[in-house]
């Protein structure tokens, strides 16, 4: 067998490590179970939170007593960019927890720390370029087709979003480093600490409690700006206070080349643009609904939401899969990872089952918690408990498959399956569906659902090939 040599910051995946730190071998299910719901609790709390706070924020603008539709559009419109890019920079930064479990399943953990050093600087580069970009945030929805009203007022929330993008980016990166090694609950307990304040602050600025000044869905926007900077600096000092530094390699000094950052792209290019292609198809059927009017923008807004909130819970079983998958492909044990994999889509299948009955037994209740207009509840109501609740248990099986294809650094073919999932069969169908035959959300929620079946056919096909080829 051919043997090949590594650059400062690489290493094969299917490399035998010296000393492994979690090298599969106790293969049964109990084990597989175990260590996924260990990880994937405090991750999946840990990334509901980030969608919590858009919630919150969605809760407060859409029972304000003054203008709720026309803010909770702006809200709405301002969220989708964020949306997109935010979460392909989650994709890039995601190759940081891919590297970290590879290389501590592969028993090199003082490696990890350039990976995070790397990663911090991804994050604030890519957070300011973000800044730069939402500056000019009524330009951009106007691209986006939004009408004029809507353009002006959703333009100045994102710029105030904008602000806040390079301290959340870098708590991202610490976070993911901190996911890659196995210690997920500092993040979690950081991100607690930061939804109550934002909560409070945010009630604060966009009702006029408290004494400080009612400014609408703008305080809203500005508390969770100021919020994301607190949690950008202390995802810093959990890294920096809370970690063996000599064992994982930690110091803010850039002593590494070029040649790390090109390896943390190259796995994480793919990813970004994976996730990007999901995350901007979902946000097109956004804007779309847009073109139907407030309502439709209201409504399809908060659907969205409310998805994307159910969804946070399947993100922490995906990275749990990622890290699991990593560390057995990082000590050469395909089976392992096959079945690390597989664990973990039946386990978030399960637990989506039980969400999307719970959406269709408390739709009602689920929709009042993110608005109280009647226009808006007519077509939220009936779209959350005959679209959603089948669409939360789809969501959740092809983005464990996802995460464990992660796992294995395998990125071209995914990427190639979300673009045709999403943009060949999601979006062509959401705009014949919902807008050009006027159908709204209910259509675009369907044309959502139709893309996510497929993405989990192909995915989990390929999942399977994959490792069962490596096994052999």
Same mark, same amino acid.
């Given at each position: 067998m051919?043997?090949?040599?590594?650059?400062?910051?690489e290493?094969?995946?299917?490399?035998?490590?010296?000393?492994p730190?979690?090298?599969?071998?106790?293969?049964?299910?109990p084990? @597989?179970?175990?260590?996924?719901?260990?990880?994937?609790?405090p991750?999946?709390?840990?990334?509901?939170?980030?969608?919590?706070?858009l919630?919150?924020?969605?809760?407060?603008?859409?029972?304000?007593?003054?203008?709720?539709?026309?803010?909770?559009?702006?809200?709405?419109?301002?969220?989708?960019?964020?949306?997109?890019?935010?979460t392909?920079?989650i994709?890039l930064?995601?190759?940081i #927890?891919?590297?970290?479990?590879?290389?501590?399943? $592969?028993?090199r953990p003082?490696a990890?720390?350039?990976v995070?050093? !790397?990663?911090l600087? *991804?994050?604030?580069l890519?957070?300011?370029?973000?800044?730069? !970009?939402?500056?000019?945030?009524?330009?951009?929805?106007?691209?986006?087709?939004?009408?004029?009203?809507?353009a002006?007022?959703?333009?100045?929330?994102?710029?105030?979003f904008g602000?806040?993008?390079? %301290?959340?980016?870098?708590?991202?990166?610490c976070?993911?480093?901190?996911?890659?090694i196995?210690r997920?609950?500092?993040?979690?307990?950081?991100?607690?600490?930061?939804n109550?304040?934002n909560?409070i602050?945010?009630?604060?600025?966009?009702?006029?409690?408290?004494? *400080?000044p009612?400014?609408g869905?703008?305080g809203?926007?500005?508390?969770?700006?100021i919020?994301?900077?607190?949690? %950008?600096?202390?995802g810093?000092?959990?890294?920096? !206070?809370? #970690?063996?530094?000599?064992?994982?390699?930690?110091?803010l000094?850039?002593?590494?080349?070029?040649?790390?950052?090109?390896?943390?792209?190259?796995?994480?290019?793919?990813l970004?643009?994976?996730?990007?292609?999901?995350?901007?198809c979902?946000?097109?059927?956004?804007?779309?609904?847009g073109?139907?009017?407030?309502?439709?923008?209201?409504?399809m @807004?908060?659907?969205?939401?409310y998805?994307?909130?159910?969804y946070?819970?399947?993100?922490?079983? $995906?990275?749990?899969?990622?890290?699991?998958?990593?560390?057995?492909?990082?000590?050469?044990?395909?089976?392992?990872a096959?079945?690390a994999g597989?664990?973990?889509v039946?386990?978030?299948?399960?637990?989506?089952l039980?969400?999307?009955l719970?959406?269709? *037994?408390?739709?009602?209740?689920?929709?009042? #918690?993110?608005?109280?207009?009647?226009?808006?509840?007519?077509?939220?109501?009936?779209?959350l408990?005959?679209?959603?609740?089948?669409?939360?248990?789809?969501?959740?099986?092809?983005?464990?498959?996802?995460?464990?294809l992660?796992?294995?650094?395998?990125? !071209?073919?995914?990427?190639?399956i979300?673009?045709?999932?999403?943009?060949?069969?999601?979006?062509?169908?959401?705009?014949w569906?919902?807008?050009?035959?006027g159908?709204?959300?209910?259509?675009?929620?369907?044309s959502?659902?139709?893309?996510?079946?497929?993405?989990?056919a192909?995915?989990?096909?390929?999942?399977?090939?994959?490792t069962?080829?490596?096994?052999?």
């Open positions: 051919k043997r090949k040599s590594f650059p400062p910051g290493q094969s995946a299917t490399q035998v490590p010296l000393a730190a979690d090298n599969g071998n106790g293969n049964s299910l084990h @597989h179970l175990n260590r996924t719901v260990r990880l994937a609790l991750v999946m709390l840990s990334r509901a939170g980030m969608v919590v706070m919630t919150v924020d969605t809760m407060i603008v859409g029972h304000l007593a003054f203008a709720k539709q026309q803010q909770l559009a702006a809200l709405g419109a301002a969220i989708i960019p964020v949306g997109v890019l935010q392909a920079a994709g930064l995601i190759g #927890i891919v590297r970290t479990a590879q290389l501590e399943g $592969a028993g003082q990890c720390g350039e995070w050093r !790397l990663g600087m *991804l994050g604030l890519l957070g300011g370029m973000y800044t730069l !970009l939402f500056a000019y945030g009524p330009a951009i929805l106007e691209l986006l087709g939004q009408p004029p009203e809507v002006e007022g959703g333009g100045a929330v994102l710029r105030i602000w806040g993008m390079p %301290g959340m980016l870098v708590f991202i990166a976070a993911h480093f901190l996911e890659g196995n997920p609950v500092p993040p979690m307990l950081l991100m607690l600490v930061g109550i304040l909560a602050l945010a009630y604060g600025l966009g009702t006029g409690a408290f004494g *400080l009612a400014s869905v703008m809203v926007a500005l508390a969770t700006t919020v994301r900077w607190g949690l %950008g600096i202390g810093v000092l959990l890294v920096l !206070l809370t #970690i063996d530094r000599h064992r994982y390699g930690i110091t000094r850039h002593v590494e080349g070029w040649s790390g950052l090109v390896a943390l792209l190259r796995l994480g290019i793919p970004a643009a994976a996730i990007g292609l999901e995350t901007a979902f946000n097109m059927i956004v804007n779309m609904s073109w139907l009017g407030l309502v439709s923008l209201a409504t @807004h908060a659907t969205v939401n998805t994307s909130f159910v946070m819970l399947t993100i922490g079983v $995906a990275t749990a899969a990622a890290v699991r998958v990593g560390n057995a492909v990082g000590s050469g044990d395909w089976r392992a096959q079945r597989w664990i973990a039946g386990l978030a299948g399960a637990l989506m039980i969400a999307g719970l959406t269709v *037994l408390f739709a009602e209740e689920a929709a009042a #918690i993110l608005t109280d207009d009647p226009d808006v509840l007519a077509m939220l109501v009936p779209v408990a005959g679209v959603v609740s089948f669409l939360v248990v789809v969501d959740a099986v092809q983005g464990v498959l996802m995460g464990a992660r796992g294995c650094a395998d990125t !071209l073919i995914p990427t190639i979300y673009g045709v999932s999403f943009w060949i069969i999601g979006v062509p169908a959401g705009y569906w919902g807008y050009h035959h159908l709204g959300p209910n259509a675009l929620t369907w959502l659902l139709a893309a996510l079946a497929a993405a989990s192909a995915l989990a096909w390929r999942f399977q090939h994959l069962r080829q490596k096994a052999r």
